[in-house]
């Protein structure tokens, strides 16, 4: 294969990963941390499509494929949830959300 | 030349693949931040490319770049201007540190494994044919070997579409209590 090896991608993948749980960890915005799980899921569909290039099986992307849908689906309730709960004009900080009331 | 090239163009988008990253955690404006997740699903693309995956390059492109970042976009600029502090105004909490330290333990963990166990592994690449990673030769796989996968992603999506409609229909039926 020409350009870099597989492991190149493996560590950037890590690099990635890393990146998106500091954001999971570090920010309170509830918007900001799904768009640092899409980094996350993003990294982990890296990863897959590295790995079915290097064994030369397209599984892997078939599989990335699936997370792509899957990550659609949590965008899709986790931006319903939301904007749920800027209608009631909560603060958007999740160190202050502690109850699952309605 | 050729080799190089294709270097080059890694170098390239992994820089930017890094960038857009650290820039989508550090902004305080989500809409800045959504702004540049779509920089780092493109760079993602391009190297999706460079490893023959054309039809995930392009369904990445379509699918995040285009319908579900447009998605982000529009719920952020429903909700109107919600900067936050930035989360390292005022000194280090024992918050950051902690998380700072969890992430960097993660990562050697994740480098210390390829280095030791996997570095001879990772260098002997199968060699593929033209039509790997095309639309022809993923669709026969969805539809043979895992077509139970593609069946589920199915209903996922479902689910996922009548939770949205249930949890807007919700926050609706909350805003005209509180209005009335």
Known sequence: MQGPDIQWYVVLSAILFTTGALGVMLRRSPLIILLSVEIMLNSANLLLIAFSRLHGREDGQVFAISVMAVAASEVVVGLGLIVALGRRNVDLDVDKLRTLRG | ?180
Request: charged share 10%; aromatic share 10%; hydrophobic share 60%.
């Open chain 2, 1 to 180: 030349m050729a080799n190089f090239l294709i270097w080059v163009v890694w170098v390239v988008a992994a820089f930017a693949c890094l960038a857009s990253a650290l820039a989508v955690v550090t902004f305080r404006n989500p809409f800045y931040s959504a702004l540049s997740l779509i920089g780092n699903l493109a760079s993602l693309a391009v190297l999706f490319l460079l490893l023959s995956g054309e039809f995930v390059a392009a369904g990445q492109v379509l699918v995040y770049g285009g319908a579900v970042m447009v998605m982000f976009l529009f719920v952020i600029a429903y909700l109107g201007d919600r900067s936050e502090d930035s989360p390292w105004s005022g000194g280090p909490s024992w918050q950051v540190v902690g998380a700072v330290l969890a992430g960097g333990a993660l990562l050697a963990e994740v480098c210390v494994v390829v280095g030791l166990k996997a570095g001879g592994l990772l260098s002997s690449t199968e060699p593929v044919g033209r039509s790997f990673g095309s639309p022809e030769s993923i669709g026969k796989l969805f539809l043979t070997d895992h077509l139970l996968a593609f069946e589920v992603t199915s209903v996922v999506l479902l689910v996922a579409a009548v939770g949205g409609v249930v949890l807007g229909a919700h926050a609706r039926a909350l805003e005209s209590d509180a209005g009335a």
